[in-house]
């Protein structure tokens, strides 16, 4: 008998335990958002060269390289992307195309100007960077938190509750730019016409947009 109450009374308990599991407390869900504009330091370019022939090739090569060393790109910032030869072409037969990086230093108006070669085939923007946009996207998520917690704040307020701990938070991400490109090259997105750097456009960093940053944190809290 003995053995049988203790089995009763363990049941009522766990009974209990799960009628109390099942209680849900009443909670307010909302959405924080932030914003933040961020300064570009980093433009990553892709250009094309041609020649006729390899020789040809090969000196163009040289001559690329030595005018971008000599506006302050690094070897290591510059990458081999690819080699096409067209055995069908009447005139130009090889391309070779690349990509280098400039920072915020780089004198734009003078690379483009001395990149304006014959042998240059094209050159458009690739990527627009930030070095450090890693802290800025955590700064904004965090924010972004910040805000739901004040919204919660403001309208339990309203009618006299107040904001407990949080139940759940979940991370929105609505937008962050990956194509930004300086105003003077709106009107030639796909490729930046070389003969371009004798219009007296500015290429420097301040004609490029800021990179834009959004995002959303939805979050759900007590009401105490």
């Known amino acids: ?12 308990a766990a009974g209990s335990l799960m009628n109390a599991q099942e209680v849900k407390k009443n909670v307010i869900e909302v959405t924080g958002v932030a914003e933040m504009e961020v300064e570009p330091d980093e433009i990553i370019f892709n250009i094309g060269i041609k020649a006729d022939n390899k020789n040809q090739l090969a000196e163009s090569e040289k001559l690329l390289f030595e005018t971008l060393k ?3 790109v690094k070897n290591e910032d510059i990458k081999f992307k690819s080699m096409y030869q067209n055995l069908y072409s009447k005139t130009t037969k090889f391309t070779k195309s690349f990509q280098f990086k400039v920072n915020a230093k780089t004198n734009m108006s003078a690379l483009f100007e001395q990149l304006n070669q014959k042998w240059v085939s094209n050159l458009n923007i690739a990527e627009v960077k930030n070095t450090k946009i890693a802290d800025f996207r955590k700064t904004v998520k965090i924010n972004a938190l910040k805000a739901a917690k004040e919204k919660a704040d403001y309208l339990l307020g309203s009618i006299n509750k107040k904001t407990g701990n949080p139940t759940e938070i979940i991370e929105i991400e609505d937008y962050m730019s990956d194509t930004i490109l300086p105003v003077s090259y709106k009107s030639a997105r796909a490729n930046i016409q ?4 004798e219009q007296n456009l500015d290429y420097s960093f301040d004609n490029i947009e800021n990179i834009k940053l959004k995002y959303s944190i939805k979050t759900k809290y007590e009401i105490l």
């Open 1 to 12: 008998m003995k053995l049988k109450h203790l089995l009763l009374v363990g049941i009522f």
């Open 70 to 72: 000599n506006n302050g």
């Open 194 to 197: 070389m003969e371009a750097a």
